[in-house]
T-cell receptor
Framework: QKEVEQNSGPLSVPEGAIASLNCTYS??????FFWYRQYSGKSPELIMS????GDKEDGRFTAQLNKASQYVSLLIRDSQPSDSATYLC?????????FGTGTSLTVIP | SAVISQKPSRDICQRGTSLTIQCQVD?????MFWYRQQPGQSLTLIAT?????????ESGFVIDKFPISRPNLTFSTLTVSNMSPEDSSIYLC???????????FGPGTRLTVL
Protein backbone atom coordinates (compact mmCIF):
# COMPACT_ATOMS: atom_id res chain seq x y z
CA GLN A 1 0.00 0.00 0.00
CA LYS A 2 1.34 3.39 -0.96
CA GLU A 3 1.67 6.03 1.72
CA VAL A 4 -0.32 8.56 -0.30
CA GLU A 5 -2.78 7.63 -3.02
CA GLN A 6 -4.46 9.81 -5.60
CA ASN A 7 -6.50 9.09 -8.70
CA SER A 8 -4.18 9.77 -11.61
CA GLY A 9 -7.00 11.12 -13.74
CA PRO A 10 -7.14 12.75 -16.10
CA LEU A 11 -9.93 14.82 -14.63
CA SER A 12 -11.71 17.16 -17.00
CA VAL A 13 -14.13 19.88 -15.92
CA PRO A 14 -15.72 22.73 -17.85
CA GLU A 15 -14.66 26.27 -17.14
CA GLY A 16 -16.54 27.70 -14.16
CA ALA A 17 -17.27 24.31 -12.59
CA ILE A 18 -15.95 22.92 -9.32
CA ALA A 19 -12.99 20.56 -9.60
CA SER A 20 -12.68 18.01 -6.78
CA LEU A 21 -9.36 16.29 -6.16
CA ASN A 22 -9.02 13.51 -3.62
CA CYS A 23 -6.20 11.92 -1.67
CA THR A 24 -5.93 9.18 0.97
CA TYR A 25 -2.99 8.43 3.21
CA SER A 26 -2.00 5.40 5.22
CA UNK A 27 -0.07 6.69 8.24
CA UNK A 28 -2.47 7.68 11.03
CA UNK A 29 0.17 9.78 12.78
CA UNK A 30 0.49 12.11 9.79
CA UNK A 31 0.54 15.68 11.00
CA UNK A 32 0.62 18.02 8.03
CA PHE A 33 -1.02 17.89 4.64
CA PHE A 34 -0.28 19.82 1.48
CA TRP A 35 -1.45 20.37 -2.05
CA TYR A 36 1.01 21.29 -4.78
CA ARG A 37 0.26 22.42 -8.32
CA GLN A 38 2.69 21.48 -11.07
CA TYR A 39 2.44 22.91 -14.54
CA SER A 40 4.03 20.92 -17.35
CA GLY A 41 7.77 21.50 -17.40
CA LYS A 42 7.73 23.41 -14.11
CA SER A 43 8.51 22.51 -10.51
CA PRO A 44 5.79 21.89 -7.90
CA GLU A 45 4.29 24.97 -6.29
CA LEU A 46 2.72 24.84 -2.82
CA ILE A 47 -0.86 26.10 -2.97
CA MET A 48 -2.50 24.85 0.25
CA SER A 49 -1.49 23.55 3.67
CA UNK A 50 -3.88 22.07 6.22
CA UNK A 51 -3.13 20.73 9.69
CA UNK A 52 -6.45 20.16 11.48
CA UNK A 53 -9.76 18.56 10.64
CA GLY A 54 -12.23 20.60 8.65
CA ASP A 55 -12.04 23.05 5.81
CA LYS A 56 -9.49 25.69 4.97
CA GLU A 57 -10.30 28.22 2.29
CA ASP A 58 -7.93 30.40 0.28
CA GLY A 59 -9.52 32.25 -2.59
CA ARG A 60 -10.98 29.73 -5.01
CA PHE A 61 -9.26 26.83 -3.25
CA THR A 62 -10.64 24.85 -0.31
CA ALA A 63 -8.71 22.07 1.35
CA GLN A 64 -10.63 19.55 3.42
CA LEU A 65 -9.11 17.18 5.97
CA ASN A 66 -10.72 14.21 7.70
CA LYS A 67 -8.15 12.47 9.87
CA ALA A 68 -10.57 9.75 10.99
CA SER A 69 -11.05 8.71 7.38
CA GLN A 70 -7.42 9.54 6.45
CA TYR A 71 -8.69 11.65 3.62
CA VAL A 72 -7.65 14.99 2.16
CA SER A 73 -9.34 16.82 -0.69
CA LEU A 74 -8.91 19.98 -2.70
CA LEU A 75 -11.83 21.84 -4.22
CA ILE A 76 -11.26 24.44 -6.91
CA ARG A 77 -14.26 26.69 -7.43
CA ASP A 78 -14.92 28.58 -10.65
CA SER A 79 -12.26 26.53 -12.43
CA GLN A 80 -10.23 28.39 -15.03
CA PRO A 81 -8.17 27.05 -17.95
CA SER A 82 -5.12 28.32 -16.07
CA ASP A 83 -5.90 25.74 -13.37
CA SER A 84 -5.03 22.96 -15.83
CA ALA A 85 -2.08 21.22 -14.21
CA THR A 86 -1.10 18.19 -12.17
CA TYR A 87 -2.03 18.43 -8.50
CA LEU A 88 0.15 16.58 -6.00
CA CYS A 89 -1.03 15.64 -2.53
CA UNK A 90 1.70 15.45 0.11
CA UNK A 91 1.79 14.30 3.71
CA UNK A 92 4.33 14.95 6.44
CA UNK A 93 4.32 12.28 9.15
CA UNK A 94 6.87 14.14 11.23
CA UNK A 95 9.57 11.75 10.12
CA UNK A 96 8.97 11.54 6.41
CA UNK A 97 7.44 13.58 3.64
CA UNK A 98 5.42 11.59 1.08
CA PHE A 99 4.03 12.69 -2.28
CA GLY A 100 1.18 11.14 -4.19
CA THR A 101 1.54 10.42 -7.88
CA GLY A 102 -0.63 13.41 -8.79
CA THR A 103 -3.96 14.03 -10.50
CA SER A 104 -3.97 15.64 -13.92
CA LEU A 105 -6.67 18.30 -14.23
CA THR A 106 -7.84 19.83 -17.49
CA VAL A 107 -10.27 22.76 -17.45
CA ILE A 108 -12.09 22.99 -20.75
CA PRO A 109 -12.94 26.51 -21.95
CA SER B 1 8.52 31.04 1.18
CA ALA B 2 12.11 31.19 0.00
CA VAL B 3 13.88 31.99 -3.23
CA ILE B 4 15.60 28.85 -4.47
CA SER B 5 17.84 28.74 -7.50
CA GLN B 6 19.39 25.81 -9.31
CA LYS B 7 22.22 25.67 -11.78
CA PRO B 8 22.32 24.57 -14.50
CA SER B 9 18.69 24.80 -15.58
CA ARG B 10 19.32 22.17 -18.23
CA ASP B 11 22.17 20.21 -19.72
CA ILE B 12 22.87 17.57 -22.32
CA CYS B 13 25.66 15.20 -21.32
CA GLN B 14 27.50 12.26 -22.73
CA ARG B 15 27.28 8.78 -21.30
CA GLY B 16 29.94 8.10 -18.66
CA THR B 17 30.44 11.71 -17.62
CA SER B 18 29.34 13.43 -14.41
CA LEU B 19 27.28 16.55 -13.76
CA THR B 20 27.10 18.60 -10.59
CA ILE B 21 23.88 20.48 -9.87
CA GLN B 22 23.90 23.41 -7.48
CA CYS B 23 21.07 24.55 -5.24
CA GLN B 24 21.14 27.94 -3.51
CA VAL B 25 18.58 29.26 -1.01
CA ASP B 26 18.22 32.88 0.07
CA UNK B 27 17.81 31.97 3.76
CA UNK B 28 19.28 29.47 6.15
CA UNK B 29 17.42 26.17 6.20
CA UNK B 30 17.95 22.98 8.12
CA UNK B 31 16.51 20.46 5.70
CA MET B 32 17.32 20.28 2.01
CA PHE B 33 16.19 17.49 -0.25
CA TRP B 34 17.03 16.20 -3.72
CA TYR B 35 14.34 14.66 -5.89
CA ARG B 36 14.19 13.12 -9.32
CA GLN B 37 11.16 13.34 -11.56
CA GLN B 38 11.05 11.37 -14.77
CA PRO B 39 8.66 12.41 -17.55
CA GLY B 40 5.05 11.85 -16.58
CA GLN B 41 6.01 10.48 -13.20
CA SER B 42 5.78 11.74 -9.66
CA LEU B 43 8.61 12.82 -7.44
CA THR B 44 11.15 10.33 -6.16
CA LEU B 45 13.26 11.35 -3.18
CA ILE B 46 16.95 10.70 -3.75
CA ALA B 47 18.37 11.92 -0.46
CA THR B 48 18.17 14.38 2.40
CA UNK B 49 21.13 16.74 2.57
CA UNK B 50 22.17 17.41 6.15
CA UNK B 51 24.48 20.27 6.98
CA UNK B 52 27.64 19.07 8.62
CA UNK B 53 26.98 15.37 8.16
CA UNK B 54 26.55 12.72 5.50
CA UNK B 55 23.46 12.81 3.34
CA UNK B 56 20.75 10.26 4.03
CA UNK B 57 19.93 8.25 0.92
CA GLU B 58 16.66 6.55 0.04
CA SER B 59 16.44 2.94 -1.01
CA GLY B 60 17.80 2.49 -4.50
CA PHE B 61 20.12 5.48 -4.39
CA VAL B 62 23.78 5.27 -3.35
CA ILE B 63 26.43 7.81 -2.51
CA ASP B 64 28.83 6.63 -5.19
CA LYS B 65 26.28 7.40 -7.89
CA PHE B 66 24.76 10.55 -6.34
CA PRO B 67 27.31 12.22 -4.05
CA ILE B 68 25.88 15.20 -2.20
CA SER B 69 27.56 18.09 -0.46
CA ARG B 70 26.02 20.46 2.07
CA PRO B 71 28.76 22.87 3.13
CA ASN B 72 26.43 25.39 4.80
CA LEU B 73 22.80 26.16 5.56
CA THR B 74 22.07 27.86 2.22
CA PHE B 75 23.79 25.65 -0.36
CA SER B 76 23.93 22.05 -1.57
CA THR B 77 25.16 20.16 -4.60
CA LEU B 78 24.11 16.88 -6.15
CA THR B 79 26.44 15.09 -8.54
CA VAL B 80 25.13 12.54 -10.99
CA SER B 81 28.11 10.29 -11.65
CA ASN B 82 28.99 7.99 -14.56
CA MET B 83 25.77 8.93 -16.29
CA SER B 84 23.70 6.68 -18.51
CA PRO B 85 20.59 7.51 -20.56
CA GLU B 86 18.49 6.15 -17.68
CA ASP B 87 19.62 9.15 -15.63
CA SER B 88 17.80 11.50 -17.99
CA SER B 89 15.32 13.25 -15.75
CA ILE B 90 14.46 16.46 -13.98
CA TYR B 91 16.38 16.92 -10.74
CA LEU B 92 14.80 19.13 -8.10
CA CYS B 93 16.07 20.48 -4.84
CA UNK B 94 13.65 21.47 -2.12
CA UNK B 95 13.85 23.02 1.33
CA UNK B 96 11.75 22.60 4.43
CA UNK B 97 11.22 26.03 5.93
CA UNK B 98 8.63 25.93 8.62
CA UNK B 99 7.97 23.87 11.70
CA UNK B 100 4.84 22.58 9.98
CA UNK B 101 7.02 20.92 7.40
CA UNK B 102 6.18 22.73 4.20
CA UNK B 103 8.57 22.08 1.35
CA UNK B 104 9.40 24.55 -1.36
CA PHE B 105 11.03 23.59 -4.64
CA GLY B 106 13.68 25.05 -6.84
CA PRO B 107 13.02 25.41 -10.57
CA GLY B 108 14.69 22.11 -11.43
CA THR B 109 17.50 20.92 -13.68
CA ARG B 110 16.53 19.09 -16.85
CA LEU B 111 19.21 16.52 -17.64
CA THR B 112 19.48 14.61 -20.90
CA VAL B 113 22.11 11.90 -21.23
CA LEU B 114 22.99 10.74 -24.72
Amino acid sequence: QKEVEQNSGPLSVPEGAIASLNCTYSDRVSQSFFWYRQYSGKSPELIMSIYSNGDKEDGRFTAQLNKASQYVSLLIRDSQPSDSATYLCAVNTGNQFYFGTGTSLTVIP
Amino acid sequence: SAVISQKPSRDICQRGTSLTIQCQVDSQVTMMFWYRQQPGQSLTLIATANQGSEATYESGFVIDKFPISRPNLTFSTLTVSNMSPEDSSIYLCSVELWREGEQFFGPGTRLTVL
